[in-house]
Protein backbone atom coordinates (compact mmCIF):
# COMPACT_ATOMS: atom_id res chain seq x y z
CA UNK A 1 0.00 0.00 0.00
CA UNK A 2 1.53 3.32 -0.64
CA UNK A 3 1.22 6.18 1.62
CA UNK A 4 1.15 9.72 1.31
CA UNK A 5 4.14 10.91 3.10
CA UNK A 6 7.68 11.21 3.06
CA UNK A 7 10.16 12.58 0.38
CA UNK A 8 10.46 10.99 -2.78
CA UNK A 9 12.92 8.09 -3.31
CA UNK A 10 14.17 9.23 -6.87
CA UNK A 11 18.23 10.37 -6.72
CA UNK A 12 18.32 13.82 -6.68
CA UNK A 13 19.40 16.20 -9.79
CA UNK A 14 22.95 16.27 -10.30
CA UNK A 15 23.74 19.49 -8.80
CA UNK A 16 26.50 21.04 -11.21
CA UNK A 17 23.80 23.02 -13.57
CA UNK A 18 22.23 24.71 -10.57
CA UNK A 19 26.04 25.99 -9.00
CA UNK A 20 26.80 27.71 -12.32
CA UNK A 21 24.07 29.77 -11.83
CA UNK A 22 25.46 30.55 -8.57
CA UNK A 23 29.13 30.59 -7.92
CA UNK A 24 30.96 33.34 -8.97
CA UNK A 25 33.66 33.20 -11.69
CA UNK A 26 36.91 32.39 -9.16
CA UNK A 27 34.74 29.76 -7.30
CA UNK A 28 33.46 28.15 -10.47
CA UNK A 29 36.64 28.21 -12.03
CA UNK A 30 38.50 26.17 -8.69
CA UNK A 31 35.43 23.90 -8.54
CA UNK A 32 36.21 22.88 -12.44
CA UNK A 33 39.98 22.55 -11.92
CA UNK A 34 39.40 20.68 -8.52
CA UNK A 35 37.19 18.37 -10.28
CA UNK A 36 39.44 17.88 -13.57
CA UNK A 37 42.42 17.10 -10.81
CA UNK A 38 40.23 14.49 -9.08
CA UNK A 39 39.13 12.54 -12.07
CA UNK A 40 42.62 12.54 -13.41
CA UNK A 41 44.58 11.86 -9.60
CA UNK A 42 41.84 10.56 -7.38
CA UNK A 43 43.83 10.72 -4.28
CA UNK A 44 43.64 14.40 -4.82
CA UNK A 45 39.77 14.31 -3.61
CA UNK A 46 41.44 14.20 0.12
CA UNK A 47 42.89 18.30 -0.12
CA UNK A 48 39.90 19.17 -2.30
CA UNK A 49 37.19 18.02 -0.24
CA UNK A 50 37.26 19.89 2.93
CA UNK A 51 38.12 23.04 1.01
CA UNK A 52 35.02 23.36 -1.46
CA UNK A 53 32.90 24.94 1.69
CA UNK A 54 35.34 27.76 2.09
CA UNK A 55 36.22 28.33 -1.91
CA UNK A 56 32.29 27.98 -3.00
CA UNK A 57 30.48 28.97 0.28
CA UNK A 58 27.75 27.14 2.17
CA UNK A 59 24.49 29.09 1.43
CA UNK A 60 20.98 26.77 0.24
CA UNK A 61 21.08 26.14 -3.04
CA UNK A 62 18.19 23.73 -4.03
CA UNK A 63 15.56 22.12 -1.40
CA UNK A 64 18.01 18.74 -1.52
CA UNK A 65 21.49 20.94 -1.24
CA UNK A 66 23.76 23.84 0.02
CA UNK A 67 26.29 24.98 -2.12
CA UNK A 68 29.32 23.31 -0.36
CA UNK A 69 27.20 20.05 0.01
CA UNK A 70 26.68 20.43 -4.19
CA UNK A 71 30.07 21.68 -4.83
CA UNK A 72 31.39 18.54 -2.55
CA UNK A 73 29.26 16.29 -4.51
CA UNK A 74 30.74 17.47 -7.85
CA UNK A 75 34.15 16.19 -6.92
CA UNK A 76 32.76 13.11 -5.58
CA UNK A 77 31.15 12.46 -8.97
CA UNK A 78 34.04 13.03 -10.80
CA UNK A 79 35.88 10.49 -8.44
CA UNK A 80 36.97 7.51 -11.35
CA UNK A 81 36.59 4.95 -9.05
CA UNK A 82 34.22 1.77 -8.56
CA UNK A 83 32.67 -0.28 -6.63
CA UNK A 84 35.10 -1.38 -3.52
CA UNK A 85 38.07 1.32 -4.48
CA UNK A 86 35.11 3.81 -4.07
CA UNK A 87 33.44 3.15 -1.20
CA UNK A 88 36.60 2.66 0.67
CA UNK A 89 37.36 6.50 -0.54
CA UNK A 90 33.85 7.61 0.45
CA UNK A 91 33.94 5.62 3.51
CA UNK A 92 37.56 7.57 4.38
CA UNK A 93 36.36 11.04 3.74
CA UNK A 94 33.34 10.57 5.97
CA UNK A 95 35.10 9.44 8.55
CA UNK A 96 37.69 12.21 8.81
CA UNK A 97 35.26 14.53 7.86
CA UNK A 98 33.29 16.87 10.40
CA UNK A 99 29.68 17.21 10.30
CA UNK A 100 29.06 19.28 6.91
CA UNK A 101 31.26 16.75 4.62
CA UNK A 102 29.34 14.17 6.42
CA UNK A 103 26.49 15.84 5.28
CA UNK A 104 27.93 15.70 2.28
CA UNK A 105 29.15 12.45 1.65
CA UNK A 106 25.28 11.13 2.30
CA UNK A 107 23.57 13.26 0.34
CA UNK A 108 25.85 12.41 -2.60
CA UNK A 109 25.46 8.72 -2.05
CA UNK A 110 22.47 8.36 -4.60
CA UNK A 111 24.86 10.01 -7.47
CA UNK A 112 27.37 7.47 -6.79
CA UNK A 113 27.62 3.37 -7.97
CA UNK A 114 28.10 1.78 -5.21
CA UNK A 115 24.97 -0.64 -4.61
CA UNK A 116 24.99 -1.92 -0.75
CA UNK A 117 28.67 -0.93 -1.00
CA UNK A 118 27.74 2.41 1.39
CA UNK A 119 24.85 0.88 3.94
CA UNK A 120 28.07 1.09 6.44
CA UNK A 121 28.10 4.45 6.27
CA UNK A 122 24.05 4.85 6.56
CA UNK A 123 23.96 2.61 9.49
CA UNK A 124 26.56 4.52 11.27
CA UNK A 125 25.12 7.45 11.22
CA UNK A 126 21.29 5.98 12.39
CA UNK A 127 23.23 4.69 15.62
CA UNK A 128 24.47 8.09 16.12
CA UNK A 129 22.41 10.96 17.93
CA UNK A 130 23.09 13.93 15.24
CA UNK A 131 19.88 14.69 13.41
CA UNK A 132 20.67 16.77 10.64
CA UNK A 133 23.23 13.77 9.84
CA UNK A 134 20.58 11.20 10.68
CA UNK A 135 18.31 12.94 7.82
CA UNK A 136 20.87 13.32 5.63
CA UNK A 137 21.50 9.18 5.71
CA UNK A 138 18.10 8.92 5.55
CA UNK A 139 18.01 10.27 1.59
CA UNK A 140 17.33 8.27 -1.47
CA UNK A 141 20.02 5.99 -0.97
CA UNK A 142 19.02 4.26 2.65
CA UNK A 143 15.29 4.20 0.74
CA UNK A 144 16.28 2.34 -1.79
CA UNK A 145 18.61 0.32 -0.34
CA UNK A 146 18.33 -0.29 3.52
CA UNK A 147 16.62 -3.69 4.51
CA UNK A 148 13.16 -3.32 5.65
CA UNK A 149 13.50 -4.22 8.77
CA UNK A 150 16.55 -1.44 9.37
CA UNK A 151 14.45 0.94 7.36
CA UNK A 152 11.52 0.53 9.45
CA UNK A 153 13.62 1.04 12.88
CA UNK A 154 14.67 4.54 10.93
CA UNK A 155 11.96 5.49 10.89
CA UNK A 156 10.93 4.73 14.10
CA UNK A 157 14.08 6.29 15.40
CA UNK A 158 13.26 9.96 13.22
CA UNK A 159 10.21 10.28 14.95
CA UNK A 160 11.90 9.91 18.34
CA UNK A 161 14.20 12.62 17.35
CA UNK A 162 11.20 14.67 15.86
CA UNK A 163 12.97 14.48 12.72
CA UNK A 164 9.70 15.81 10.26
CA UNK A 165 9.01 12.17 8.36
CA UNK A 166 8.68 14.27 5.24
CA UNK A 167 12.31 14.95 4.86
CA UNK A 168 12.98 11.09 4.98
CA UNK A 169 12.50 9.62 1.48
CA UNK A 170 11.06 6.17 1.07
CA UNK A 171 8.22 6.29 3.81
CA UNK A 172 5.76 6.29 1.17
CA UNK A 173 6.62 4.32 -0.65
CA UNK A 174 7.79 2.12 1.63
CA UNK A 175 5.27 1.85 4.37
CA UNK A 176 3.61 -1.46 5.40
CA UNK A 177 1.76 -2.94 7.94
CA UNK A 178 4.98 -3.87 10.18
CA UNK A 179 6.07 0.17 10.40
CA UNK A 180 2.38 1.24 10.87
CA UNK A 181 1.58 -0.83 13.75
CA UNK A 182 5.21 0.26 15.19
CA UNK A 183 4.08 3.49 14.71
CA UNK A 184 1.02 2.87 16.58
CA UNK A 185 2.62 1.47 19.60
CA UNK A 186 4.26 4.43 19.77
CA UNK A 187 1.36 6.16 19.44
CA UNK A 188 -0.42 4.55 22.04
CA UNK A 189 2.31 4.98 24.54
CA UNK A 190 2.34 8.80 24.19
CA UNK A 191 -1.57 9.14 24.24
CA UNK A 192 -1.52 6.96 27.78
CA UNK A 193 1.08 9.39 29.07
CA UNK A 194 -0.64 12.56 28.00
CA UNK A 195 1.31 13.57 25.34
CA UNK A 196 0.66 14.43 22.01
CA UNK A 197 0.89 12.24 18.83
CA UNK A 198 2.96 13.21 16.16
CA UNK A 199 1.17 14.13 12.95
CA UNK A 200 3.37 13.44 10.39
CA UNK A 201 3.21 9.44 11.81
CA UNK A 202 -0.98 9.79 10.97
CA UNK A 203 -1.19 8.78 6.97
CA UNK A 204 1.09 5.37 7.90
CA UNK A 205 -1.12 4.45 10.77
CA UNK A 206 -4.27 5.52 9.05
CA UNK A 207 -3.26 2.79 6.10
CA UNK A 208 -3.78 -0.21 7.99
CA UNK A 209 -6.56 0.39 10.02
CA UNK A 210 -6.50 -2.99 12.16
CA UNK A 211 -3.02 -1.98 13.84
CA UNK A 212 -5.40 1.21 15.39
CA UNK A 213 -6.13 0.32 19.14
CA UNK A 214 -9.29 1.48 20.86
CA UNK A 215 -7.82 4.58 22.35
CA UNK A 216 -5.77 5.53 19.71
CA UNK A 217 -9.22 4.90 17.27
CA UNK A 218 -10.66 7.26 19.86
CA UNK A 219 -8.42 10.12 19.72
CA UNK A 220 -7.92 9.78 16.14
CA UNK A 221 -11.79 10.38 15.59
CA UNK A 222 -11.76 13.20 18.17
CA UNK A 223 -8.74 14.39 16.27
CA UNK A 224 -11.51 14.43 12.45
Not at 108 to 128: C, H, M, S, Y
Amino acid sequence: MVVTTGSPTAPPDHPRPALTDVLDPTARTWLDDSAARVAAEPGAVRRLFPAARRRCGHGRLTAYWTVDEAARAVLLTALPLRGQALADEVTRLHRHGDPAEQRAVLRTLPLLDLGDLALPLVRETLRGNDTTLIEAALGPYAAAHLPDAEYRQAVLKCVFCEIPLDRVSGVGARADRELARMLADFAQERIVAGRDVPEDILPVVRAFPDVIGAELDQALKEEG
